[in-house]
């Protein structure tokens, strides 16, 4: 999603007659889009953008996105060459705010409560493939997660202007998308005078499966994938839909974070896991040859050993063929932040490991099996 945002903020100083440029030294103009799902992205940032603010001076500096809206005015405190605080929802605002703090130091922060903005990128990084945003923020809360404080509630993007959208895309030659959204299949968004969707006279909600298959309908489009979806509402109307659907590629980023049924209601997933590992059998039955991925945290407060290999032994069974892997570290305002950080550093980073290399020897077991299915099949082709 950062991404996409990035392309907005370009397209809006694109059409003001700015020049994009590689080199900080030839900018006037150096912005930060910034993520605050880790601390670690945080800190990374702050570090980065304090380096070039010391070689590079008589500039405008700014950071902008989630770790802005996150911590505010203490990133004045942090870099005292920083022009600009943008938030999430004031992006749209950015080349005024520029020409605002080329004078005076400028914090705007988003109303997270405010209806959803409809941004329309000008600037698209490749020709090939876009990512189209079809609604922001969560209503999750998920007790390690800042997403929802600094995304806001969730707010879908009504379907015509999703539809034109990609529309406008495929007339560009873009023949490849990826639909993005916090939790996509969450997805509600009003649908007006489209075709089997709503009606000509009347209006009503359209759902991620049904604008899935609509979607899928585009003429010029070739491929369709999307992320993230949450567990607790994939389901089987979904799995068949990306079955029917010729065009969506047959992929799901479904993340699990736990094994442990315990670390998975502190985490508040409102899933347990057997109800994830139910859904995996699904998806699979349905869709044989599903590539299936994910995200799991390591050393949860609290997290026992018990709790670690109930993960672990999790992983052995679905072998996903990706795994996002990351060591826990404390959001403040999330649930979580209350309970105490127990896990010591040392006991994350040995099972960090640990299911790192079991997804290494995992994905070298995949590959393997499908080189075998590649060679017979050749050979089954030959004998022609």
């Known amino acids: 999603m950062n991404v996409k945002d990035s392309e907005f903020m370009v ?31 945080e800190e990374r940032a702050i570090s980065n953008m304090g380096h070039l603010m010391k070689q590079y001076k008589n500039k405008v500096y700014g950071m902008v996105g989630c770790m802005a809206q ?24 950015l080349p005024e705010l520029v020409k605002e703090a080329a004078k005076n130091k400028v914090l705007a922060l988003d109303n997270l409560n405010a209806p959803l ?62 639909l993005l959204g916090q939790n996509v299949n969450s997805y509600i968004g009003r649908a007006y005078n489209v075709e089997r969707i709503a009606d000509s006279n009347k209006k009503k909600m359209c759902n991620f499966v049904q604008l899935l ?24 109307e979904l799995f068949k839909a990306m079955k029917e659907s010729d065009k ?23 899933y347990t896991r ?25 050393g949860f407060p609290t997290e026992t050993e018990k709790d670690f290999n109930d993960t672990l032994n999790l992983m052995k069974e679905i072998k996903f063929d990706l795994a996002y892997i990351f ?15 127990s896990i010591p550093e040392d006991t994350k980073k040995k099972r960090h490991k640990i299911l790192l290399d079991l997804q290494r020897e995992i994905h070298r077991f995949i590959q393997i099996k499908e080189q075998i299915h590649t060679d017979k099949l050749c050979e089954e082709l030959s004998s022609f």
């Open 11 to 41: 397209g809006l100083f694109l059409e003001k007659g700015c020049k994009l440029t590689d080199s900080p030294e030839d900018a006037d103009i150096i912005l930060f889009n910034t993520c605050s799902v880790r601390e670690h992205a």
């Open 70 to 93: 996150a911590l505010k005015d203490k990133l004045f405190e942090r870099l005292p060459a920083l022009d600009l605080v943008c938030g999430t929802g004031e992006i749209a605002r």
């Open 117 to 178: 903005p409809e941004l329309k990128p000008s600037y698209r990084q490749s020709n090939k493939h876009a990512y189209v945003s079809i609604m922001r923020g969560c209503n999750n809360f998920c007790s390690y997660c800042i997403v929802p404080y600094v995304r806001g509630k969730e707010r879908s993007r009504k379907v015509e202007d999703i539809v034109n959208e990609i529309k406008d895309l495929a007339e560009r030659g873009i023949k490849d998308i990826t």
């Open 213 to 236: 298959k609509y979607i899928n309908n585009i003429d010029g489009i070739e491929k369709i994938s999307f992320m993230t979806s949450h567990p607790k509402d994939a389901n089987v």
């Open 248 to 270: 969506v590629v047959k992929h799901l980023h479904l993340p699990l974070q736990s094994g442990s049924d315990r670390i998975l209601k502190l985490m508040n997933r409102g």
């Open 274 to 298: 057997r109800k994830y590992l139910n859904l995996v059998r699904k998806a699979r039955n349905i869709m044989p040859g599903l590539r299936l991925t994910t995200d799991v945290i390591v």
């Open 327 to 341: 060591k826990y570290s404390p959001r403040p305002g999330t649930g979580a932040a209350r309970l105490k950080d």
